[in-house]
């Protein structure tokens, strides 16, 4: 299971640090990523650790705003999001899978999802 939390309402230009905490089992061996959905809008990739190589990967939207972290010890993801624009106001989700590299910002390669937490800037 996993469950965000973080979400709020905040003003365009402010912080907020997202964290996703997955319980019931580890998920040491699975990609993580964060993803967002606007009402209206599909679901859109924001950011991916891959097991794989380690490496984090980034939406060109958010790259030099948005960082993705891990605590391996407290099973749990965060997403810091720094300069946030009324553009970024969306439902965020956490979820995990095993996709290839070349796939991982495609939301279908991801097997467990949290429920998401509401973002929203004001302008």
């Known amino acids: 299971q996993l469950v965000e939390s973080g979400g709020g309402l905040v003003q365009t230009g402010d912080s907020l640090r997202l964290s996703c905490a997955a319980s019931g089992g580890s998920f040491s061996g699975y990609t993580m990523a964060w993803f967002r959905q606007s009402p209206g809008q599909e679901r859109e990739f924001v950011a991916a650790?891959?097991?794989?190589?380690?490496?984090?990967y980034y939406a060109d939207s958010v790259k030099g705003r948005f960082s993705l972290s891990r605590d391996n010890a407290k099973n749990t993801i965060f997403l810091q999001m720094n300069s946030l624009k009324p553009e970024d106001t969306a439902v965020y989700s956490c979820?995990?899978?095993?996709?290839?590299?070349?796939?991982?910002?495609?939301?279908?390669?991801?097997?467990?999802w949290g429920q998401g937490t509401q973002v929203t800037v004001s302008s």
């Open positions: 650790w891959h097991k794989s190589n380690s490496n984090t």
């Open positions: 979820a995990a899978g095993r996709p290839i590299v070349t796939s991982l910002r495609r939301a279908e390669n991801y097997y467990y």
